[in-house]
């Protein structure tokens, strides 16, 4: 985007820049008079003598813009002390319906060639878009007479320019810069917007397309350089093109912009003004078309015109409410502004012809300009949201893949952590029972009988509380303060602990995977009291501690041990840490020889 910036001020540059030497337009722009009446039956002959009476008095330098609708034939005169070199006589109006120009020196006329707009550029005298008549050298004093037939517009060009051939060769040059750079522009972006539908398949890239296509079509019929060419045989698409390709590019950004664009409500104040824009336009169209069918019926093309603009003017708004809402950036619609503005200056302004070339260059094509820029701005917009799109769909499949691998290692960890601990716990507990009833059966002592069956009950109530430590039940937050009681119960009767319990919570103010979570640390926190402490009395509290928190504390009486020494298999801490992080949570342990106190803090479901 800052490149095309760079390019267009460049454009402007190299137009502000450049030099026409000996340039007289100013002058003769203001010696250019028109006839002070109109008629249709004057001939060049007529039109000398009215000069002779003096009849050639109305200046056409406050202005440039002209209401030709009184009659077919309007006549201006200007006069050349010495003609001492071949100069070209431009008339900065592509729509011109007829021109003839008569050079008069020696009481003799010439007669030049006459300009027709429906002529191709291709059978003109100079190949150039714009009405265009070469005089001659001759070294005389010369009068030239210009007879302008352009009565089917609302409006006329009058600027007039006299260049030598240098200057000529310039202005076709920066002329021909402005549109190829232009057309340009436009082109590779709609072969961007065609590529992105070609690999995306998204169907409204189709409706911008034919924004751009449109645009692009707008841009040459106003320049003039193919119009004559393709439709000089068809008078109707000659005098109505230009109006139904504005309604297209109305119709067809309002159709891209309600399809593109994420409107952040259903009953949308902006898509209603851009569904308001799509029926204006095509209303505007169905006129058209019963104007060519019903070729007689005659409807003036400035009712037409009102309700494209009006239309254009919505689509502004829309993007500003868009902007409010901060659906889409500023730039989009500072961007639509400024080229509805300037389109409409270039409508509404008329401007004295007695400017410079680098001026009315810059008039004629600055609207145009910033339709570009606006162009390469939408385009930048849909790029950058199409590979934000596509950058966060990788993102999206990466993080997926990267949470799927550390759940896989996670509950590989966690199984292998579980086993090793089950190992241990059996040997721990077992293993002993085992080796004192091997060794009690090898003695054969009176007492032996009494010694196993001690041996064998101690071993039965340690099987049923490892079990009973080990089992997990489907803990949800419906049942969760159930299974907690019942939890609590069994131990008491499996063990020589007390067990005593306070929970003064609602089950619905924890989530499944919390309540869970908290089975677990509870079982491991008691188990580790009952096995490791020697404690006589363990005490359990969940209590809510304020509006977003809920306390876990559990107490016992036991010997307690060093915080500071714990292993990855001490009393099976580290399991119960990595629980307390998954939930979020925090714990606080104090140990020492007359007891343990945990306390964990947990957020409630957000």
Not at 103 to 116: C, D, G, Q, S
Not at 145 to 156: A, G, K, T, V, Y
Not at 383 to 409: D, G, V, W
Not at 410 to 418: P, S, V
């Amino acid at each position: 985007m800052k490149k095309t910036i760079k390019l267009l001020l460049l454009l402007f540059l190299i137009n502000a820049c450049t030099v026409y030497e000996n340039d007289i337009s100013h002058q003769f722009q203001n010696e250019i008079k028109m006839l002070n009446f109109k008629s249709d039956s004057l001939t060049i002959n007529s039109a000398i003598k009215e000069y002779e009476k003096g009849n050639f008095t109305k200046p056409i330098y406050k202005k440039v813009f002209y209401t030709l609708k009184d009659a077919e034939n309007t006549w201006l005169h200007f006069k050349i002390d010495s003609l001492k070199e071949d100069l070209h006589l431009i008339l900065w109006n592509s729509y011109l319906k007829k021109g003839m120009v008569y050079l008069v020196a020696n009481n003799k006329y010439e007669t030049l060639h006459n300009h027709k707009r429906y002529k191709p550029l291709k059978n003109r005298k100079i190949h150039f878009r714009l009405p265009t008549w070469k005089l001659e050298k001759n070294n005389l004093k010369t009068d030239v007479f210009i007879q302008i037939n352009d009565n089917d517009r609302h409006l006329s060009n009058f600027k007039f320019l006299l260049l030598n051939s240098n200057n000529f060769l310039k202005f076709t040059q920066i002329d021909k810069n402005y549109n190829v750079i232009i057309s340009t522009f436009l082109i590779i972006l709609g072969l961007i917007i065609f590529i992105f539908f070609a690999v995306q398949r998204q169907f409204n890239m189709l409706w911008y397309l034919g924004y751009i296509t449109f645009l692009i079509t707008d841009f040459l019929i106003f320049k003039g350089i193919w119009y004559n060419d393709l439709l000089y045989n068809y008078p109707f698409l000659f005098h109505n093109l230009k109006t139904i390709t504005q309604a297209l590019i109305v119709l067809f950004g309002a159709l891209f912009f309600l399809q593109f664009y994420p409107f952040p409500k259903k009953k949308s104040i902006a898509k209603s003004l851009l569904k308001i824009a799509i029926f204006s336009t095509l209303g505007v169209l169905i006129m058209l078309f019963i104007k060519f069918i019903f070729n007689d019926m005659q409807f003036n093309l400035y009712w037409f015109w009102i309700p494209i603009r009006i239309a254009a003017i919505l689509i502004v708004i829309a993007h500003f409410i868009l902007i409010f809402q901060k659906v889409i950036p500023l730039y989009l619609g500072l961007a639509f502004f400024l080229s509805m503005l300037f389109g409409l200056i270039h409508l509404s302004i008329n401007p004295t012809p007695i400017i410079s070339i680098q001026k009315a260059f810059f008039i004629e094509n600055f609207s145009y300009l910033t339709a570009v820029l606006e162009t390469v701005l939408i385009t930048y917009y849909i790029l950058s949201k199409i590979i934000k799109e596509r950058i966060l769909a990788i993102k999206l499949k990466q993080e997926n893949l990267k949470l799927r691998t550390n759940f896989q290692n996670n509950l590989l960890k966690n199984q292998h952590n579980e086993r090793n601990e089950l190992v241990s716990n059996v040997h721990d507990t077992f293993g002993g029972y085992l080796e004192a009833l091997k060794l009690r059966l090898l003695q054969k002592n009176d007492n032996t009988p009494e010694k196993v069956q001690e041996i064998l009950d101690a071993f039965y109530k340690d099987y049923r509380y490892l079990l009973n430590s080990l089992y997990a039940p489907k803990v949800n937050s419906e049942n969760f303060i159930e299974n907690l009681i019942e939890f609590c119960e069994k131990l008491n009767q499996l063990s020589n602990s007390t067990i005593n319990h306070n929970f003064s919570i609602i089950n619905s103010q924890l989530s499944q995977e919390k309540c869970l979570h908290l089975y677990r640390i509870i079982s491991e926190l008691v188990t580790n009291a009952i096995k490791h402490s020697k404690a006589s009395e363990i005490k359990i509290n969940i209590k809510q501690d304020s509006v977003n928190e809920i306390i876990l504390e559990v107490n016992d009486n036991g010997i307690g041990f060093n915080t500071n020494s714990i292993t990855k298999k001490g009393f099976g801490l580290n399991n119960i840490k990595q629980r307390v992080e998954q939930i979020k949570a925090k714990i606080n342990i104090n140990s020492n020889n007359l007891g343990t106190n945990i306390l964990i803090t947990i957020p409630k479901n957000e």
